[in-house]
Nanobody, 123 residues
Framework: QVQLVEFGGGDVQAGDSLRLSCVASGRTLSRHNMAWFRQAPGKEREFVAVISYSGIATYYADSVKGRFTISSDNAMNTVYLQMNSLKPEDTAAYYC????????????????WGQGTQVTVTS
């Protein structure tokens, strides 16, 4: 079993930056691909970014490309999401997820999920 805990959410102004962290415990994540998803009220959970377990491959949703950066520290079992130039439309609960399967943008492909951390961006 893998437990994921997110940190770093908060209330910010448009144009500000935040860094989210996801710390994993339990089974090793050395062979798991890690992703961030987000869900705004009344909307479906959507893909934000994913990083391969090697740390070599990263993919982003078009809406965050160029503003968000996903990275990992396997020694610390931690995945980060650096969010710059935040916009009000980035307001959502952000979730960390892990899968032992192939890199994917589909939420249904992920086995393990954190409890979420809220990010609120005001204009």
């Amino acid at each position: 079993q893998v437990q994921l805990v997110e940190f770093g959410g908060g209330d910010v102004q448009a144009g500000d930056s935040l860094r989210l962290s996801c710390v994993a415990s339990g089974r090793t994540l050395s062979r798991h691909n890690m992703a961030w998803f987000r869900q705004a009220p009344g909307k479906e959970r959507e893909f934000v970014a994913v990083i391969s377990y090697s740390g070599i491959a990263t993919y982003y949703a078009d809406s965050v490309k160029g503003r968000f950066t996903i990275s990992s520290d396997n020694a610390m079992n931690t995945v980060y999401l650096q969010m710059n130039s935040l916009k009000p439309e980035d307001t959502a609960a952000y979730y960390c997820a892990a899968t032992p399967n192939s890199v994917s943008r589909a939420a249904g492909d992920y086995y393990y999920w954190g409890q979420g951390t809220q990010v609120t961006v005001t204009s």
